[in-house]
């Protein structure tokens, strides 16, 4: 059995449809690499300014970056601290949960849905540690009524991340909807 080669019209418009098939598909994982490691490192930026803060209340003993909740005053500064972080992660994966959900899987070596939740949870732990200190604030209101309601607030602030990931998710959409 013979093989007989395509006419060179043939093959030469063979060869331009594979040519811009491989470029889109370039493209498409050039984006998708490039928005994968903004992620990474962004992450990464959300979890080093975390363990900044716990160092600033290591390294300065007088300085409570979380005011104390009234019945709270046998809490050590550190336990405060860590407990507004853990439940801002809290807030921070509960609002990672839909955005799972939501994005089909992709056929490839990126994974934007498992670094938008790590993102998502670690961002979610500064939120909280900044909305506590500024609703917790003297100029704000009087202090936290107890251990559950400092808890509640770093959660919904932990949470809140939400408004600056969406548009981070948004994208995420966008490179996705391309690949079809």
């Known amino acids: 059995m013979t093989l007989v080669a395509p006419p060179a019209s043939d093959r030469t418009m063979l060869q331009s449809v594979l040519r811009r098939s491989f470029a ?10 490039a928005f994968r490691n903004r ?4 992450s990464l930026l959300a979890l080093s300014t975390a363990f900044a803060i716990i160092v600033v209340q290591w390294r300065l003993p007088r300085a409570d970056i979380i005011q104390r909740p ?3 005053e046998d809490v050590s500064r550190w ?10 992660a809290v807030g921070g994966l509960i609002t990672s949960i839909p955005a799972l959900a939501a994005l089909p899987r992709v056929k490839g070596p990126f994974n934007f849905p498992l ?3 790590f993102l998502k949870i670690a961002l979610g732990s500064v939120t909280a540690v900044v909305g506590v200190i500024v609703t917790g604030s003297a100029g704000v209101t009087t202090g936290y009524a107890s251990m559950q309601a400092l808890a509640g607030v770093a959660l919904v ?10 548009f981070l998710d948004r994208r ?3 490179i996705l909807e391309g690949s079809r």
């Open 39 to 42: 992620l990474v490192v962004t």
């Open 70 to 72: 009234t019945g709270g």
């Open 172 to 174: 995420a959409d966008q």
């Open 79 to 88: 336990a405060l601290l860590i407990l507004v972080m853990a439940f801002g």
């Open 115 to 117: 670094q938008q939740a």
């Open 24 to 33: 889109q598909t370039d493209a498409f994982h050039h984006d998708s690499r």
């Open 157 to 166: 602030f932990g949470a809140a991340q939400q408004a600056v990931t969406q």
